[in-house]
């Protein structure tokens, strides 16, 4: 694989926004080679509270590489981080990574997106099942901090300018 020049393109977003089925959807396209790895994580800078796979930037871009089995057809590199919209610096580095990156940002309705999340962590039990969805919101209310849980951060993350703002002024 190191001898092949490879395009590289991200889906970054945010979860419960169909980053998944965007991904399967492109890594079926002949020129395109996506991760073996879902979520590597690979660019988190660790100011966001979800766990590394053991994949990282600071080993360098052949690392990156590594998540990759392409056939010879295959040009594009793709993979796809949700997540990567939320990190403090995640976007310069990407940029100081690689150059002439893609970044596909894959958003939904806010609040459809919230109603989903409350949904799905229901389904896992992250909170009393006798839970409303207006309880729940109201357990968003509080700002995030570093040991806030993914699930409770769905409000707060449905702010996207916010977030994008690092990526406009990066890429």
């Known amino acids: 694989m190191a001898s092949h020049n490879y395009s590289y393109c991200i889906i970054a977003g945010s979860t419960k926004c169909a980053t998944t089925s965007v991904f399967a959807w492109l890594a079926d396209h002949p020129m ?10 690979f660019f988190w800078d660790n100011t966001y509270p979800m ?3 053991g994949y990282h930037y600071s080993n360098g871009i052949s690392s990156f590489q590594s998540i990759f089995k392409c056939e010879k057809n295959e040009t594009i590199l793709l993979e796809a981080t949700p997540d990567y919209m ?5 976007a310069s580095i990407i940029n100081s990574a690689i150059s002439g990156v893609k970044i ?5 309705h806010p609040v459809d997106r919230l109603v989903s ?30 040991i806030t849980p993914q699930h409770l ?14 990526y406009a002024h990066t890429l």
Not at 86 to 90: I, K, L, P, S, V
Not at 104 to 108: C, D, E, S
Not at 136 to 142: D, G, R, S
């Open 32 to 41: 395109v080679c996506g991760s073996v790895v879902k979520e590597s994580r």
């Open 51 to 53: 766990p590394s796979t």
């Open 86 to 90: 939320y990190g403090d610096t995640t």
């Open 104 to 108: 596909i940002f894959v958003l939904r």
């Open 117 to 146: 999340w409350y949904k799905f962590a229901a389904q896992r039990n992250l909170f009393d099942s006798q839970t409303t969805f207006e309880q729940y919101v109201n357990m968003q209310v509080m700002q995030p901090d570093a």
């Open 153 to 166: 951060r769905a409000m707060e993350q449905g702010r996207y300018a916010f977030y994008l703002k690092k």
